[in-house]
């Protein structure tokens, strides 16, 4: 059975940092890309950052350079380490890992039930 689980969120001034953590069971992790998404009320689920099985990282846009996103094979563990924190970023994130295959239907995602990190201005 593959679990994926989210800790870390919490609730947090403007300016300060969180780091969340990211569990994964029941799967090799270390072949896996780990993505953070996060989803704000009544908006639509955006991706934050993802690492690659190499070790790769991207992040969107609006991260502006105050997130990492890293990863422990040894620990089956991802992280996102945010810093700079803005009211704006309050959200559900959410852990993602995926395979991809040759084609879309052979793609793999198992998602967390998601941590809840609200920043307070």
């Known amino acids: 059975q593959v679990r994926v689980v989210e800790s870390g969120g919490g609730l947090v001034q403007a300016g300060g940092s969180l780091t969340l953590s990211c569990v994964s069971s029941g799967i090799t992790f270390s072949i896996y890309e780990m993505n953070w998404y996060r989803q704000a009320p009544g908006k639509l689920r955006e991706l934050v950052a993802k690492?690659?099985?190499?070790?790769?990282?991207n992040y969107a846009d609006f991260v502006e350079g105050r997130f990492t996103i890293t990863r422990d094979n040894t620990k089956n563990t991802a992280y996102l380490q945010m810093n700079s924190l803005k009211p704006e970023d309050t959200a559900v994130y959410y852990c993602?890992?995926?395979?991809?295959?040759?084609?879309?239907?052979?793609?793999?995602?198992?998602w967390g039930q998601g941590t809840q990190v609200t920043v307070s201005s």
């Open positions: 993602n890992a995926a395979q991809y295959g040759l084609s879309p239907k052979y793609d793999r995602h198992f």
């Open positions: 690492i690659s099985s190499g070790g790769n990282t």
